[in-house]
């Protein structure tokens, strides 16, 4: 069976900017496939490339068997795109978004009214189906917006970073739909920044970072190949961080990194003897320490290890736009 996506040497420029540095990619159908990386690394220019809506400098793309550039059209009708921001109408009710999709999509009238129910129940949003959307909360627009991607079932689903800026409990319901989509046979690729996203939604990964892709694998191979276990740290005092990295890096030889809140440091360790020593290191230098532990790193350090960098420090780039 042909990939669902075929990437070669996929470059693309902006003026002076080069946003795609030669992409090869290849997603069986039927997968789940993710695209990590902060933003500014190129995985909006590849889905936009995909969908038909940019094209390249150079490489080929082919996606269900159709050239990008040559067979557009082809590509189109077999598949869906929610992009970063919603595309639903707020002045309209959310039935009457998605009959419009459906009548435009070339559905019956009867035929897209009954599309529009199904699709509101599935999602959870028949009690709010007769408001207008611009009363939604953001979790209920954001599965709107993938309901409305959804009307004609498409062969292939371009999710582009579908839960920034959704509170948790709406990006757990995002992602319970998007395994849903999946189960039903749907090829789903989805970008996003969030490392817990990717890690819980994708059966295989790549990780691009400026233009370039730089690993590939599933999360667990992943995580393998950083080839050491990570030493999790959380003190009691946040202003004894520096000294603290300082000191792990001095005991570890190895590279440390600050986490996720301004109290915990990531390390990786060779052994367990070499975690223990660093942890009497610490209390003998003064260091409080709450909390620890120690086992395979999380795709934020196998991130760091790959680039030198947690991902968050670039979390204030943007990407390069059309």
Wanted: proline fraction near 3%; charged fraction near 25%.
């Amino acid at each position: 069976m042909l990939p669902a996506v075929e990437t070669s040497g996929l470059v693309k420029t902006f003026g002076k900017t080069r946003a795609l540095g030669g992409v090869d990619l290849e997603i069986a159908r039927g997968s789940v496939y993710g695209l990590l990386g902060p933003n500014g690394a190129g995985k909006t220019t590849i889905i936009r490339i995909l969908a038909t809506l940019l094209r390249p400098n150079a490489g080929t793309a082919r996606v269900l068997g159709h050239d990008v550039v040559r067979e557009a059209a082809a590509v189109r009708s077999k598949v869906g795109l929610t992009g970063q921001f919603a595309s639903v109408d707020e002045d309209l009710t959310g039935r009457e978004n998605l009959v419009l999709i459906g009548r435009l999509l070339g559905f019956s009238w009867r035929g897209a009214r009954d599309r529009a129910d199904e699709l509101l129940a599935a999602f959870g949003l028949a009690e709010a189906a007769g408001r207008q959307v611009r009363t939604f909360s953001g979790g209920m627009r954001r599965r709107l917006d993938i309901a409305a991607s959804l009307v004609a079932t498409p062969e292939l689903l371009f999710l582009d970073e579908p839960t920034t800026g959704l509170d948790p409990r709406s990006r757990n319901q995002v992602w319970d739909l998007i395994r849903a989509v999946a189960a039903q046979g749907t090829t789903v690729l989805l970008t996003t920044q969030y490392l817990e996203e990717a890690d819980r939604l994708a059966d295989r990964l790549a990780v691009i970072d400026r233009g370039k892709l730089i690993a590939e694998g599933s999360s667990h191979e992943l995580k393998v190949s950083v080839g050491q276990n990570t030493l999790q740290v959380r003190l009691r005092a946040a202003e004894q961080r520096p000294a603290a990295r300082e000191l792990l890096k001095e005991q570890l030889g190895l590279k440390t990194h600050n986490g996720s809140d301004p109290y915990s440091i990531s390390a990786g360790v060779a052994n367990d003897t070499a975690a223990a020593e660093a942890l009497v290191a610490l209390s003998r230098a003064g260091i409080g320490v709450t909390e620890f532990s120690l086992g395979q790193p999380s795709l934020d350090e196998v991130f760091f290890a790959l680039t030198g960098r947690p991902a968050e420090d670039r979390s204030q780039e943007r990407e390069v736009s059309a």
